[in-house]
């Protein structure tokens, strides 16, 4: 008697929660063809089957060669009391400190996008204390020593009343590297505002809402013409020479296809340092959102650089170490005139197989750490040429110019999981936080998911239920 296979290969075990009820639940990875999915069943709600990636070797590259040790926090700020990701954060089984640290400031905003996982807009009028920012900073400082990335968001940063006390609090710190996310309305409207804020450098980079060149795209994600905004806020960073990257949320079907033209766009520029593209999760206020229709996963987001860019291939487009399931990088160096793609040059497969095989990827670790440091999502354009420039000395393949960071270029693809994708896996491995002036620093998907706002409610009585099971457990 011959017996029936099933149809897909059975990759892995782990945890994610179920979409209706964000219990935890058990879930599966399975491989059909080139698709990765998640499948998860939640006693209460039934089955779920997730797409998770559309090229299954770039997910087992993600997962068998991608893999360093978890680079730990200064302290822990919770208690493993309920299990992940009910504990956040950090506790002590978090697997990455924070590469990346977020300061919400504020919840008021000047626009009111349909896509805004913190729904902000101009009726929410509460901005944090300085006192309460400060703490947050504090957070930040205690948990990393001294902090890689610090970003203020919001809300809309610029317009919190005290800006720039906060700026100064934050440059008292000592904190490597500043960003300010924002969607570019007070930089293209008032140039005493960019003069002021140029006065903050080096050390301070400006993270652009930028989804699009056209404003049909942008009244669909933004509510807004911005089109004109966005070129006088470029117009204005670029006179001031202050280190920007263009951040585009892709929604499939709405502005995936204008990958390339960003990209292209964002080269133009001296002063733009780079282009992170997040495709939409499902958080926040997300008006129309279609999860059959508009979801990317990062493999998918990553074929469309290749394909649109005219710049970066496949093979430039790699995993992010610290978090490879979610985040993946490539590197261009601008060099008199002209882009010349770098990461083929420095994957594992091409350092394997150099001329004279004289670095081997895998048994040389000073080697694979360089790499893997340069892979990372906690760099300032300046440490990222540093780091380049002396990785670049140990390649006998590759021209070793000396570089500044006005020489390098950055994509960066940044997934956040959302209920429906989220493997806890990978959640544990998150390396970007939100700081909460309590000290705690909450994982990115775990903070929209069960803490923001009235999520924070949910969890509690969750965490109730764990507790009441725990009880009965012990007897
Ligand atoms: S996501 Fe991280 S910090 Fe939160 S409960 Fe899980 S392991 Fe702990
Ligand atoms: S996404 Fe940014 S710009 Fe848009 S409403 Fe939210 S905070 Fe404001
Ligand atoms: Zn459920």
Known sequence: MSRKNRPWLFYDTTASVCTTCL?????????KGDEVFIDKWCPAHGSERVLIADDAEYYRLCREVYVKHPEMPERFNTAMQHGCPYDCGLCPDHMQHSCLSVVEITEHCNLRCPVCYAESGPERQSHRSLADVEAMLDAVVANEGEPDVVQLSGGEPTLHPDFFAILDAA???????LMINTNGLRIAREPAFVEQLARYQPGIEIYLQFDSLHDAVLQQL???DLAQIHARALAHLEQAGISTTLVMTVKRGVNDGEIGEVIRHALSYRCVRGVTLQPVSDAGRNSGFDPARHRLTVSEVRRRVAEQSGLFSLDDIVPVPCNPDTLAMGYALKLAGETLPLTRHLTPANLLAGPRNTIVFERDPAMKDAVFKLFSTNHSPQSQANCLSALLC?????LAPALSYE?????????FMDARNLDLRA???SCIHFAQPDGRLIPFEAYNLFYRGDRAEQTAHIQAEIRQVTEWRRG
Do not use: D, M, S
């Open 23 to 31: 219990r935890q639940v058990e879930a599966k990875i399975v491989i």
């Open 407 to 415: 020489n390098v270029f950055r994509v960066l693809i940044v997934q």
């Open 427 to 429: 959640l544990k491995k």
């Open 222 to 224: 933004r509510g807004a």
């Open 171 to 177: 440059k008292a710190r000592p904190i490597r590297h």
């Open 394 to 398: 140990c390649l006998p393949t590759v």
